[in-house]
């Protein structure tokens, strides 16, 4: 079966350092997300891209994120320099164009601790 | 704003019990979609349900089953004769219609930790 895979599964970082998350998405999906999770609380929404730009992000995706699309299959996240409360769960997700709303495929997530 | 509010944090249940999630939830739209995701231990999100806003009509899928009671904003879960490797945490979760495409913006409430004890 078709799965999001994500790497690294963990990663230990110093604040302030750069840090990159991978994602390769599901072959023929075109809407792909990044959530994050800080441990014990809610999962939230970072970004949405479509068509090689955002679609939408919310407040959490500063100036310190991005996201890119560098060949056909990788998708990923990048914190350009670490803070504390960056430490989290990062998933991320796709769809198909066609699919219903919300049924998203999402990967088994990529735990960041910013140390 | 979009609001979704899991009130029970934490539910310890012996196998066989039955048991249900609460989720009730807050929008501006009158058109929307409500989740459910399961969170087991190995830590991924996986989709449950789906239902649209229109469609009232309770759902059935094995030992889930969901009552959608748009009067009172809830969407709850309910798990028959639970089994231990039920356990895990469920996410009930909501997004505004009128999306471009399959755009999805998911808010999730904070979760519950559903043990199920042999």
């Known amino acids: 079966e078709p799965e999001v895979t994500q790497t690294p599964s963990h990663q230990v970082t110093q604040m302030g350092q750069e840090v990159i998350l991978r994602c390769v998405p599901i072959?023929?999906?075109?809407?792909f997300y990044w959530y994050r999770q800080i441990l014990g609380q809610k999962v939230e929404f970072l970004v949405s891209f479509y068509n090689n730009e955002i679609s939408e992000k919310s407040e959490i995706f500063d100036d310190q994120f991005s996201v890119e699309r560098p060949d056909g299959s990788n998708f990923t996240l990048k914190i350009r320099s670490t803070k504390l409360e960056d430490s989290a769960m990062y998933f991320c997700a796709s769809t198909a164009s066609g699919v219903l709303v919300g049924e998203l495929f999402f990967g088994e997530g990529s735990r960041l601790t910013v140390l | 704003a979009q609001k979704v509010t899991q009130a029970q944090t934490e539910i310890s249940v012996v196998e066989k019990e039955d048991v249900t999630l609460d989720c009730v939830y807050e929008?501006?739209?009158?058109?929307?979609?409500l989740f459910w995701y399961k969170q087991p231990p190995s830590g991924e999100l996986v989709f449950l349900i789906r239902?649209?806003?229109?469609?009232?009509q309770n759902e059935i899928s094995g030992r889930y089953s969901w009552n959608f009671q748009k009067s009172t904003s809830s969407f709850n879960f309910t798990i028959t004769a639970s089994q231990v490797v039920d356990s895990a945490v469920y996410f009930c979760?909501?997004?505004?219609?009128?999306?471009?495409?399959?755009?999805?913006?998911?808010?999730f409430g904070k979760g519950i930790t559903l043990s199920v004890r042999p």
């Open positions: 072959s023929n999906h075109l809407y």
């Open positions: 929008t501006r739209d009158t058109t929307y979609y």
């Open positions: 239902r649209n806003s229109f469609d009232e």
């Open positions: 979760a909501l997004s505004e219609a009128g999306a471009i495409g399959a755009n999805s913006k998911l808010t």
